[in-house]
């Protein structure tokens, strides 16, 4: 034994670094969330340009447009220019086309390159048949949509980063508000005894036999399809567990012999609660609120599917998967990605939860 | 025992009046109407539809006539679908919802209370792990994941299902929509039940069993029943919500059920069926809870009819 | 004649989170047919987990080696069925707890039920028949009625009779007894003994009986097995151990018992503390809002009075309020009455009125667990009452009182900078003291403070209260059920039962000539064992 002694927290935060599954799920939440908070910046693509030129492009690590993607394009432009590209080659990144046309061909209408997602400015490099045939360098312009592209050419990647933002801060402001409530209330309660408690506590449970989801949805109808009602709604309906659950710590507490002891010391009551009580409620409420943030991203994600979340073109996990969802033949990437990001965080956001709830109760291990 | 149950369902009266009230109130405040088009109706037309339906009496007026109407058991006409009454639509949605959470429910109690106690008697063993990583995997991956993948693999893939429709609840059309809502339920009845029979098998009384050569089968037997104790009261309110209609499920697989209903009254402002829907699911909610009551009085010889 | 239980090189490791634990170190020792063992120690010594071993009842993370035989078959590493062949009919068991003992959840006639069939191919309704007989042995007054009670509606001694009638429904040759009567009242405590070795003589059975009270071994047994620290230091005939310990250790535990006498206190010491009619009642909620109420009299008209420097014992059974009164006096619980403390009179006083005399008016409480706050250190525990009586004391002056209390209750005080759940219960106790007497108070109200822990730190306590009141003068109400530390420690005792005092006299006097008849048969439960065996408890040789 040391001088130094260890706190129960130090304790909880040993036995938690022993548990694998706890530490790289914590591990992995924060790699998920600096990806979603800076990520956003080094993808290159903002999360709402469309590319029309790349529609529902499959997931690729190689750098756009892919060989077979070029020779359509440049089809399409020669087409425009009403000329024909008779040879194409490429070097490195930029490509030499030779063009020709049953007439002289309109330098300007070289612009159709540069107005292109694949392509940058074209130079002409040689000029003849009085301008039939024009040898030009286009060169290519590069583009990574590591996971693809939706049904408008929107980059994935950036849109699911993004829509972890927001999946990731309403699931943590409503939770703030949830737990803030239910904490304040549960503690009020519980502290006060008595028919204030009694009072209190069947409001609680008159709330409970809200259809919850049903109000959730009627809230969310009829307010507007608003960002911050979106995670006060939810709050505002998850608090009353955690308000139960604080009273039920409280008023074990407060019939713990080391309150007792405090009251006979004289300590007041502000220093019991903030001393004695509140420190001990600490632990069920941080377990909770691990558990709490999956509940409230899976609730946004939900109603986002129903179409009543978070508005086009600003975008959430929920939103993403359900336009993977409608466009899963064929497009499947549309789906996968932004699941596999949802059911990760969900999983991690569960086992640190799980593995908390050992760490601060040693009894059940 | 008889007053016991007939004193919680009269302290469930109160309640429901509080549901009504909040509801109608916090629809009512919200902007918009039933009848705001796009195209705005001519004055004289809207006029006469607010009066048809008693939109244009103050707004106590209405709320009392709605209670009264309720007391009758009249949920009024719909005011989107015109042609049905509240209760009509209901009477069609409610057995649909409910052939789905009742299979729901009764996979959701059999499996998971079964895996959790199989997971519970093999305590860390492969077994054990295997189950709990099925439980996580079914609580965090959410069902509108679910559904449309098993809809590629069964329906489309291996052609064995429907991808959805209800066709008069042929049992082909109820399977995958039951599984997609059971799975998240069976997922957490088996973690709860895995945990609190975990805690029983540490109880005295249980060694007390073993030390009388009662192992195995017995303790199995005891430690479920004090597990139960929970997940009774957990499924309460989970198989009202579930009876009352999944939002989502119906919609992924197109069933014509009570949470359909309600989504797309919402979305109409068709404020008799919304109110309907609130009402109904609210009743479910309260004599589940009774029946939870009821269970857990039945299961616990501690709790006292008082 | 071969043993009933041979036990040989018994090894017992637990996996726990801070690395292996050595539990008990191949032990070995033998039970006789019909013969009553004691396997006596203290808290951790592993005499419980020996005998659960033997078993095959170890918690799961707990490893056996060595060899267990009874009546010739071998336990350590019989599979699970094996064993439940032979517990139950050939061994039983009954434990420490019988609030959690039985199954709350089925009546005790299904449980008994249950135990007779499965040894015996018996129909139910037989099976209830002799359910019923079974009852009537250990002597449950109307026995076919009660079959049908659940646990949670009996009180401790008849669950604990339960418990002995379902290990003893198939006649067993040996019966484990855990600490049988520790969580029971001594009166009933005497009751369970006696039954216990009435149906041993009636059925011949072998006991083990594992306790940590050597009173009660030498009431119960012939031969006892001292264990300490997982092994045993010492094995013998009762009578031997009694009158010529030879290991330091078992001298330790004879002499455990809190000795000594408190020194009288002067005639002339002033009154410190008077309280006159107490009254406390609670208000039990019921309904939803809590509308109907039902009284409940936990101290119903007491008066006591104490003098600087006085200790009162005050002594009662579980229930009969002793605690309630002694709360009340710091008004931790509600009451009427007059309580004169130092000339104030203390019940109509605020909150914050009261909060400056709670300086010299402290109290020490029984759960040496439960009463430090987990989350805080040992220094900011010790040292929180200063902050409120003496505000203008600088961090580090309250930081040096606190040390110079711990070094009174003899702690390291560099241990102030651990926290509680890093000390034993004798260490936490102390803890608690030096909270008490950092405030340097006049009166301490001790609830109980020694039952929590074992006998040979019982008597230190005692000796640091004792001596902490001699170098302090302090006044003591010393709350007890224990009759043998009270006579440690009081001047005067009072004896409480339902809410009132039923005796009240100097220490020595009311110990020698107890008027009442409840103080008689609590003395006789308390006392009577440690002299001779008590009538009929004699076990069969």
Known sequence: MSTAGNSLWADAARRLRRNRAATASLAMLILLALACVFGPMLVGNAYDRVYPDYVRVPPSLQAQPTADLIAPAVERIASRLRARATDISRDGDTLKIVLEAPRAIDERSLAFFERSDLFAAARVMSREDDGKRLTVEVPLERNYFFFGTDGNGRDLLARTLIAGRVSLAIGLLATFVAISIGVVYGAVAGFAGGRIDALMMRAVDVLYSLPFIFFVIMLVVFFGRNFVLMFIAVGAVEWLDMARIVRGQTLSLKRREFVAAAETLGVSATGILTRHIVPNTLGPVVVYTTLLVPKVILLESFLSFLGLGVQEPMTSWGVLIADGARNIQGNTHLLVFPAIFLTTTLFCLNFLGDGLRDALDPRDR | ?306 | MAPVLAIRDLDIRFRTGAGELHAVKRVSFAIEKGETLAIVGESGSGKSQTMLAALGLLAANGGVTGSAKLNGIELVGASQSALDELRGRKVAMIFQEPMTSLDPLYTIGAQLVKVLRRHKPISRVAAREEAAALLDRVRIPDAAARLDSYPHEMSGGQRQRVMIAMALAHGPDLLVADEPTTALDVTIQAEILELLGALQRELGMAIAFITHDLGLVRRFAKRVIVMRGGEIVEHGAVADIFSMPKHDYTKALLDAEPAGRKAPVAADAPIVLTADDIRVEYEILRGMFGRRTLMVKAVDGVSIALRAGETLGLVGESGSGKSTLARSIVRLAPATGLVRFEDRALLPLSKSEIRPIRKTLQMVFQDPYGSLSPRMSVGEIVSEGLRVHEPGLTASQRDARAASALEEVRLDPEMRRRFPHEFSGGQRQRIAIARAIVLRPKLVILDEPTSALDRTIQKAIVELLRDLQARHGLAYLFVSHDLATVRAMADRIAVMKDGKIVEEGETESLLANPRADYTRRLLAAAFTGKVERVKGIEPSS
């Open chain 2, 1 to 306: 025992m008889l007053g016991f149950v007939l004193r919680r369902f009269l302290s469930a009266i109160p309640t429901l009046f509080v549901v009504i009230t909040l509801s109608f109130f916090l629809m009512r405040l919200a902007p918009g109407g039933p009848f705001d088009l796009e195209r705005p109706l001519e004055a004289k037309i809207m006029e006469n539809l607010q009066r048809a339906y008693g939109l244009d009496l103050p707004l106590h007026e209405q709320y009392l006539r709605y209670l009264g109407n309720l007391l009758r058991g009249d949920l009024g006409p719909s005011f989107f679908m015109r042609d049905f009454s509240v209760a009509q639509i209901l009477m069609q949605g409610l057995p649909v919802s409910m052939a789905l959470g009742g299979g729901a429910i009764l996979l959701a109690l059999v499996l998971g209370a079964g895996l959790g106690a199989f997971a519970a008697m093999r305590q860390n063993t492969g077994a054990d792990h295997a189950v709990v990583g099925f439980a996580t995997a079914g609580v965090t991956i959410p069902n509108f994941v679910v559904a449309p993948v098993l809809q590629i693999v069964f329906g489309l893939t291996l052609a064995w299902l429907p991808v959805g429709g209800w066709n008069n609840g042929a049992l082909r059309n109820v399977i995958l929509p039951v599984i997609v809502l059971a799975l998240p339920q069976i997922a957490v009845v088996a973690r709860m039940t895995r945990a609190a029979m975990i805690e029983t098998l540490r109880a005295d009384h249980i060694r007390t069993l073993r030390s009388l050569g009662l192992g195995g089968r017995h303790v199995a037997e005891h430690g479920l029943r004090a597990a139960l104790l929970p997940v009774v009261s957990y499924l309460g309110p989970t198989a009202a919500a579930l009876l009352t209609g999944s939002v989502v499920v119906e919609t992924i697989f197109g069933l014509p059920g009570i949470g359909r209903y309600f989504v797309e009254g919402a979305l109409n402002r068709d404020y008799t069926l919304v109110m309907g829907t609130v009402v109904v699911v609210a009743v479910f909610v309260l004599v589940f809870n009774l029946i939870v009551d009821i269970l857990y009085a039945l299961l616990d010889p501690r709790v006292r009819y008082e």
